[in-house]
Each structure stands twice: as structure tokens, then as C-alpha cells.
């Protein structure tokens, strides 16, 4: 069956992410907003859109169109089921142009009241509906939102099944209790793509030696991994991520009723006060799976040496992949965030010989090395216009 995953800002990591899920393999179709995969096995769009960080909206393709307004028309009509009461409908269209869709709602509304419907259309001041207004106006619910993917002189026509859980991300960045803004916050969802980025398994033992208020290893418990440690040389923060784990277990959505954690669910994490250098210390060799993590990116404030910096954090990094290499396991993996420095001579990025005798995984197939999102060296990079320092991601392998 084929399934629409429509990309988040990034579409490299966006990318990057799926093909860690999915399988590079399952890939039909790339743009830098959708993509299309071919899924034999059965999932659960809902529950594989709360852990996928970098996916907007999940959807079903369920039929192929011309570019007309009857033709699409058509091929939306079987697809149509009428709950009681009234009925909402949403249409976006992703592709290289921006369509007038006013007409083809026009005709579905008419054909839908025919049938003796009380239908109202959704509509946006953009060509594609946000997740926010499918989610709040009911669409994968009690209505529907179909999406018209173009492709060449075709338009694959499909129905969103499940959008990013939004109000659930930003209680969990905005509403834990314990934060650090001073020394930067990772947002939830690029922790969970970085951990899919990991393929760990859920029983793998997965490490977050810089692990700061916890975001990695919370979100790690929410997506069900039964083997976490954190580490830190920050008293601190090793407080601050116990806080927010107990905060997890307890939350529950005031909006959905929805808890965070299922019972047990974050009883599982194991909290260390150790220097990332010397961390061999407290923790067996050929002990751990995975690490994931993003350590101390520099200062964040004020006027900035940027060579020194640079230097700085090139030797803490060395010293502390020295030590990652000999916890991990053979074949192992590292996804871990280095800073990039903006700079009027353009960005400024750490050494790749600081990797040492890891293997550099390249973050996308070579097929893909085109899409937005990706370094000169083939890495991912997460950041906004404007930011002084941006991130980029490095996966790496023993």
C-alpha cells in the first residue's frame, strides 16, 4: 500500500528519518515536501506520527488523477464516508505550482449536498492546510482532508490519516518543569529524529552522555526503550533530568486526556554525575548500543572567539569519542550534534577528523544528496535564518 508522509521544515532530516524507519528501499517518491513510500506491513499512523519528528502529516494514497477538476472530483468521491451529522472537508495540494482549488471544492461540496450531507469546506490562505487546522477542525476524525500530490501530468490523490501531535510536543518542550535556556534546549522533536537516526532497538542499552534536563532520554522512554543512561558532569542537570522524567509519569493532556508515559514506562532510566572524558570509568566496555546526545555546543551569549571555540570544543569532543569507542559495541552507533558557527566568511563547522576511527554514515543515499537540509560534507543540518549557531547532525559507527 502506498502512504504520503509530508515533510517537516527540514526535508533532509525529514528524509533521513524515514529511510532509518522505513528502509530506503520503500521510497516511491522525493520532494522537498512529500514523499511517498511503499508499506506492505501493517502500522498505525497515529502512533507512528508521535514518534516520527520530522513528519507533518501521514496519509493513504488511494487513487491516481488527471489534472482536471472532474478528474479529481472522481477519483475523490469513492473515498468519501458521511458520518452523522455535518461533515468537514479539507483539500491541499503539494506540488510545483499553487492551483486554484476553489472550483474542485465548489463541485464536491455541490455533489456531497446532493447526497443530503451538511457539509462545510475547511479552507487556509495557503495552498496546503497546517496540522494545526486538520487537527483542530476535526479532519481525520468526524471529516477528511484530501491531498493532491502532482506528479508530472498525474495527481496521486490520498487522505490524511494522522497529523504531528503538536500540543503534545510543546507541553513537553514548554511545560516540563526543569529548563535551561541559557545553555540551549533541544527541541523534542529532533531528539526523536535523532534517535531514529540511531536505529536503536528498543532493548538496546542507549547513552546520552551530555544529557543535560533529559530530552533524549524522555523522549527515548515515550518511543518505548527499556535500556537508558544519562550521564552528565553537571549535578545540575542530572537534577533537572530526574525532575522532568517524574514530570512525564505523572502528565496527563488536559486537552486529549492522553498520558505521556505508559505504566513503567520511564522507570527504566539509569542517571550517572560523570565527565564524558572519563566516563569508562563507571561504565563497562562493549557495553552500550547507541549513544545519542548533544553536548556543550559552546557559548550561547555574548561576543565569541569563534577559533577558539572551536578549538576548545574539537579537543572535548576527541577526548570524549575516545572514550565512546570503547564502551560501544562493535557496530554501534553514534548520532550526536556538533555546532556550526556563522560567520561573515560563511559557516565555520568542527574538524571531521575529530571522528577518529568511527565510520562517517552518510545521512541520505547519494540519490537523495540534492535535497535541502545537507551540509557540503553530507551531514544534516538543523538551524533557522538568522541563528548565530546552528546544528549539525553526525552519525557515526564503530
Excluded at 532497538?201 to 543535560?212: Q, T, Y
Excluded at 570524549?320 to 558557527?341: D, H, N, Q, T
Aim: aromatic residues 8%; charged residues 25%.
Amino acid at each position: 500500500m502506498q502512504y504520503f508522509f509530508i515533510l517537516g521544515s527540514n526535508p533532509a532530516l525529514s528524509l533521513a528519518e524515514l529511510s532509518a524507519v522505513f528502509g530506503a528501499a520503500k521510497f516511491i517518491s522525493i520532494g522537498e515536501e512529500a514523499a511517498i513510500m511503499e508499506i506492505d506491513q501493517a502500522f498505525e499512523a497515529a502512533d507512528a506520527i508521535r514518534r516520527l519528528g520530522g513528519t507533518v502529516k501521514i496519509g493513504r494514497i488511494f487513487a491516481e488523477s488527471k489534472t482536471d477538476k472532474l478528474s479529481m472530483l472522481e477519483a475523490i468521491k469513492p473515498a468519501i464516508k458521511l458520518p452523522d451529522g455535518k461533515y468537514k472537508f479539507g483539500l491541499s495540494f503539494y506540488g510545483s505550482h499553487d492551483p486554484n482549488l476553489k472550483p474542485l471544492a465548489m463541485e464536491l461540496k455541490k455533489y456531497l449536498s446532493q447526497l443530503g450531507a451538511s457539509v462545510r469546506w475547511v479552507t487556509s490562505r495557503e495552498k496546503t492546510l497546517s496540522s494545526v487546522v486538520v487537527e483542530q477542525n476535526g479532519l481525520t476524525k468526524t471529516g477528511a482532508e484530501f491531498v493532491l500530490l502532482k506528479a508530472g501530468n498525474k495527481v496521486r490523490v490520498g487522505q490524511t490519516l494522522a497529523v504531528q501531535a503538536f500540543k503534545e510536543l510543546s507541553a513537553r518542550d514548554y511545560g516540563r518543569p526543569a529548563r535551561d535556556d541559557l545553555s540551549g534546549m533541544l527541541p523534542p522533536k529532533l531528539a526523536q529524529i535523532m534517535i531514529n537516526l540511531s536505529r536503536s532497538k528498543k532493548n538496546d542499552v542507549l547513552l546520552d552522555p551530555f544529557c543535560g534536563s533529559g530530552t533524549i532520554l524522555s523522549e527515548a522512554a515515550l518511543m518505548g526503550h527499556r535500556n537508558l543512561i544519562g550521564s552528565d558532569n553537571s549535578e545540575k542537570a542530572i537534577e533537572d533530568t530526574r525532575k522532568n522524567i517524574d514530570w512525564l509519569k505523572s502528565y496527563v493532556s488536559p486537552r486529549s486526556g492522553i498520558p505521556f508515559a505508559g505504566k513503567g514506562q520511564m522507570s527504566n532510566v539509569k542517571l550517572l554525575i560523570a565527565d564524558a572524558r572519563q566516563l569508562s570509568k563507571q561504565l563497562e566496555p562493549n557495553s552500550v548500543d547507541t549513544i545519542v546526545t548533544e553536548p556543550y555546543l559552546g557559548p550561547q551569549r555574548g561576543r565569541l572567539d569563534t577559533r577558539t571555540v572551536v578549538r576548545d570544543l574539537e579537543d572535548l569532543y576527541t577526548k570524549s569519542l575516545a572514550e565512546f569507542y570503547k564502551l560501544l559495541k562493535l557496530g554501534g552507533r553514534i548520532v550526536m550534534i556538533w555546532p556550526v558557527f556563522a560567520s561573515p566568511q560563511g559557516p565555520i563547522m568542527l574538524s571531521q577528523k575529530i571522528s577518529r576511527n568511527f565510520k562517517v554514515i552518510p545521512a541520505l543515499p547519494a540519490s537523495q544528496n540534492k535535497i535541502t537540509g545537507l551540509s557540503s560534507r553530507q551531514t544534516l543540518l538543523y538551524g533557522r535564518q538568522g541563528q548565530k549557531v546552528w546544528r549539525e547532525i553526525v552519525i557515526l559507527e564503530k
